[in-house]
């Protein structure tokens, strides 16, 4: 199993930047991909904001509108999002994911999620 866990949320006025960081422990070495979703207020659906993996290609959303940058560093078993210019609309719970595949099984791992709240 691998445990997900995020951080680096908060306040931040229109225009501002933030990053949030994704640290994975566990059964690490099974994890193929990562990625970072949001669920707005109110929403009961999560979007995919932007996901990365080995020999796989970096996916943004489109709202994301090269605002956004997804990282990842393998040796620390973490993965960040770079988020600039934010914007109302991009108030929301982001969560982290880990995809990962062990014997063949692909399994998702999540986290509690961060939340981010534009606002002036």
């Known amino acids: 199993q691998v445990q997900v866990a995020e951080s680096g949320g908060g306040l931040v006025q229109p225009g501002g930047s933030l990053r949030l960081s994704c640290a994975t422990s566990?059964?690490?070495?099974?994890?193929?991909?990562m990625g970072w979703y949001r669920q707005a207020p109110g929403g009961n659906r999560r979007e995919m904001v932007a996901?990365?993996?080995?020999?796989?290609?970096?996916v943004y959303a489109d709202f994301v509108k090269g605002r956004f940058t997804i990282s990842r560093d393998n040796a620390k078993n973490s993965a960040y999002l770079q988020m600039n210019s934010l914007e109302p609309e991009d108030t929301a719970v982001y969560f982290c994911?880990?995809?990962?595949?062990?014997?063949?099984?692909?399994?998702?791992?999540w986290g509690q999620g961060t939340q981010v709240t534009v606002s002036s």
């Open positions: 994911n880990a995809e990962t595949i062990r014997y063949g099984t692909r399994s998702p791992y």
């Open positions: 566990g059964d690490t070495d099974s994890i193929i991909a």
């Open positions: 996901t990365i993996g080995s020999g796989l290609p970096t």
